[in-house]
Structures are given as C-alpha cells and as structure tokens.
C-alpha cells in the first residue's frame, strides 16, 4: 500500500555539492539570457516586450503547449488503460506502437504532413501533429504505472458501490498523477521549445520568432528578450507541476497480495476501440513514413550517397551515445537528492534542471558559445562543447525517468545496508544503482532518441565539417529537395527504432522483500 514518508536526515554535503554543481551547469543559458537583458536596460526591454508581436506569440505559444499538453494527457493516458487494463486483441503490438512515434522526429513527422497537404498548416495542423509526436511521453510512464499498481483497491472501491468509472476517476487517476504530470510536463516544455516542426508548419511561436530574429542579427536584442519571456513559461509550468503533483510516495515493501489487474471485457466497444487505435498509429506513424517512401520513389532529387550517409549517421549514434552517458550521470544525483531529501533546496535544484528545456537549441548554443569564447576558449568548436549543449537541454528527460524509478524503492533498504556496515558509496553501488537501472535505462534511451535528431544546437555548435543526419535532413527538406532528404530520415527511424524498443519494454515487476 502507498504510505506516507517521513522526512529523513539531512542529505550528504557531498551530494548537494555535486547536485548544485549540476544546476548550475544547468542554469548557463539563463544567466546568459539575465546578463544580456540587464545590460540593455529597463526601458529598452520593456518597449521589446510591450509590442504587438510579443501578445500574437504569446498567445499562439500559450495555446500550443496548452492544447498539446490536454491532448497528450487524454491520448496517453487512454491508450495506457485500454493497452493495459483491457482485453483489446494485440496488447503488446499496440503497447509497442504507441510508443513508436518517438522514433520518428517532430520536424520528420511535419515534413512529412506538410509534405502531402498544406492544410497541415496553422494551428489545427501544428496542434495535432506536434502532439502526435509527443503524446508517448505521458503514455510511457502512465503505462509503466498502470501495470505496477496493486489492484487491491479498485476491488476494494467496486465492493463499496463505486462503477467502473467511478473506480477510475477516484482511485486509479489518483495513483496514476506523478506519471501523468511528469509526461505532461516534458510535453509542455518540449512545446515551448520545438522549432523545426512549427517552422515547417508556418505557425508562429517564440521559438520560430527567436530563431527569424537571430537570421537578422547575430545577438538580437528582441530574440533575447524573447528567450526571458520564454524562461518564465517554463517557470510557469514548473510552478504548475509542483502544484498538481502527488506528495504521497508510492513505495511498497514486502510481497502482499500484488498480482495484476484482471483485464477489462470491452465487449461491443472492441471494433470501435481497434479502429481508433488504428487511426491513431496511421496518423502518427503512417503518414511520416508513406511520404518519406513517397518521395523516395517519385522524388526528382532522389539520391543514395552512401558515404555521406552512413557517416552522418555514425556521427548521429556517437554523439547520442556520449551525450546518453554524460546526462544519465549529471540526472542521478539530482534525482536522488529531490526524492530522498524534500527540502526546498533539494526541490530548488531539481527544478533548475528543467529551465534550459523550455529554450530553443539556438538560445542555448548561443550561450555555450558566449561563455566558451569568454573563458573557455580552448572548447569552442569542439565537440565537449556540443555534448555540454545536449546536456543541458535533455537533462529533464533523464531527470523524469530516474525520478519516477528512485520514487519506489522504501529508504529503508538504504537503512537497512547501512545498518549491515555498508558505507554510502558501497551502498549506491550495491544498492541505489540497481534500483535505480531501470529509470537510467529508460533516461538513457529518451536522451538519445533526443540527440539522435536535434537540430539547431547540432548547426551551430558541431565542428566545422560535421554533419548529422538531422542538418542534412534539414538542408535538403529546407530547399524543397525532399527525395535526397528520405534516405537521412528514415535512417534516423531505424537508428531510434532500438531506443524505443528498449522503451517500449515491459520490465517484470519483481516486488522487493
């Protein structure tokens, strides 16, 4: 059963240096951006921010990530009840489905709309497609959650008079909260900050308009004073998530009577379940790949230059394993400290984190590149500089998914190690780290998938010379020449196909005695 934890000693000094040490790194990009503002003065900001255009973005960018995270949440938390809680044919195919959408890149799923039809444009079109691609992220976890809850409680709530709909609403959302509000926060921020998409698509947010400006003018005061408004929705929905998230801890010990939940019979609402999952997957799946093919086959500027493919693409797996490494390390720590040690120095640091996730690669890369040039002259161009980049702006993927693991382990098996003579660094090794693998897994997994296909920060910071299969996506789907730009997508799809496959894992929940 869900029991309350008590607050426990104060964390290790080294810890919080460690955890401290991680946000800061985190927080570059907004310094940059609190520097720059600051030297423009009170006034020259204020006439940035109090112009016509800045209310048109707002409120595009504010129904986006509104819209995207309402409909992420009823998406994926509807396929993870039917997916897990059903007797709907082909459970584990569509469990695998629903989760491969993250295979295929928001820019590579909008090229292939726009691609085919110009009423993808506008909001409607932006709306649903960019959805399409993100709404994985809270069925992931809400299905992760799903399998492991105890149905001992939903038996409970149906013996006491409630139907199954009251069982859901009042028992089963409940318990389902950390996981959806975690999805749908990762959602939100990766609205704020999606740019190839919404470009291709022509709907103008922060984002498309940071990045126009700095086309313009290389430290563009508007696109700075953009990127703050920018920060403060991101603070926004961080304030929004701590809000609406569960305080109770999930924990559970001992093997009790945890068995899963016997399927619901959806009797005459099967055909028409089947038939919106399949709708669903053609939408999100379909219609990306059917024009990449498309072109490929009736594309005039088709091509298969093979060694400047299979060289972007060993450069898009490097890089994505590296920087995978790099965030899962910097995201246990901080993880750690949020769960084990609540404080509001703990939550401070965690929150941190998340900031640079709301910025556009190019605010960020903007400011790795003002900072290196300044006092690290010897990392400009390099490619330390492009994996800091990817850090600090995955971090909050890895950060979710070592959270949500380090949230079921009870501290009293920490307890009880150290009770055994156990130190705390052999009790992490022995200890936290394997409970702790498969949130690091999964972190791992959403990062490189992350890496794999980002865009702006690649064309930026990534040495001269390098390419990636996402800029040469880019260069060609830029100039309208979409049959060259198939091979280097659906080369990006098979490479994240393993990573969403490793995602799309039903690990066996082994209850810890």
Not at 60 to 81: D, E, K, M, P
Not at 462 to 476: D, H, K, R, Y
């Amino acid at each position: 059963m869900a029991r309350r934890q008590g607050r426990r000693s104060a964390a290790p000094t080294s810890l919080l240096v460690v955890s401290a040490a991680v946000a800061a790194f985190a927080l570059i990009p907004l310094g940059y951006l609190v520097v720059y503002a600051t030297s423009l003065g009170g006034q020259e900001v204020w006439d940035l921010l109090v112009r016509p255009r800045m209310g048109e973005l707002l409120w595009n960018t504010s129904r986006l990530v509104f819209g995207g995270c309402l409909l992420s949440l009823i998406l994926g938390v509807s396929c993870a009840w039917v997916v897990e809680r059903t007797d709907v044919p082909g459970r584990n195919l569509w469990h695998v489905l629903a989760a491969a959408p993250l295979a295929i890149p928001a820019f590579v799923n909008s090229s292939g709309w726009a691609s085919l039809t110009p009423d993808a444009e506008g909001y409607i079109g932006a709306l649903l497609i960019v959805t399409l691609s993100y709404f994985p992220l809270v069925y992931l976890p809400t299905a992760a959650m799903l399998r492991g809850l105890d149905p001992a409680m939903e038996e409970v709530a149906r013996s006491l008079g409630l139907g199954p709909g009251g069982t859901f609403v009042r028992v089963v959302l409940p318990q389902l909260r950390p996981a959806m509000i975690g999805g749908a926060l990762l959602v939100g921020l990766h609205m704020l900050s999606e740019f190839g998409a919404l470009q291709m698509l022509r709907f103008p947010t922060f984002t498309t308009a940071i990045y126009d400006q700095y086309k313009s003018s290389f430290n563009s005061a508007g696109a700075n004073v953009i990127a703050g408004v920018l920060v403060l929705c991101c603070l926004l929905l961080l304030m929004a998530d701590l809000r609406l998230r569960s305080d109770p801890r999930l924990a559970r010990v001992g093997s009790g009577a945890k068995r899963h939940a016997s399927p619901v019979h959806l009797g005459g609402l099967r055909v028409p379940v089947l038939l919106l999952l399949v709708g669903l997957s053609a939408a999100s799946l379909g219609v990306p790949i059917y024009s990449l093919i498309h072109w490929l086959v009736v594309g005039s500027s088709t091509a298969f230059p093979l060694g400047e493919i299979l060289s972007a693409a060993g450069t898009s797996i490097g890089l994505g394993l590296l920087a995978a490494l790099v965030t899962v390390v910097l995201s246990v720590p901080v993880a750690w400290l949020s769960v084990r040690f609540r404080t509001r120095t703990s939550t401070t640091i965690e929150r941190s984190a998340y900031v640079a996730n709301a910025l556009p690669g190019i605010v960020v890369a903007l400011a790795l590149v003002t900072v290196s040039i300044n006092y690290f002259p010897g990392i400009y161009q390099t490619y330390v500089l492009l994996i800091a980049a990817y850090a600090i702006m995955f971090l909050p993927r890895a950060l979710v998914s070592v959270r949500s693991a380090a949230e079921q382990p009870p501290p009293v098996l920490e307890d009880v190690a150290h009770g055994l003579g156990l130190s705390r660094l052999a009790t992490a090794r022995r200890v936290t780290l394997p409970l702790l693998a498969p949130g690091i897994g999964a972190g791992g997994a959403l990062v490189f998938l992350a890496v794999t296909t980002e865009l702006t920060a690649t064309l930026l910071l990534s040495p001269i010379g390098t390419s990636t299969l996402a800029t040469e996506f880019w260069v060609n789907s830029s100039s309208v020449a979409y049959g060259a730009a198939a091979p280097y997508a659906l080369l990006m799809v098979l490479i994240s196909l393993p990573a969403t496959y490793l995602l799309s894992q039903r690990p066996s929940s082994k209850v810890m005695t």
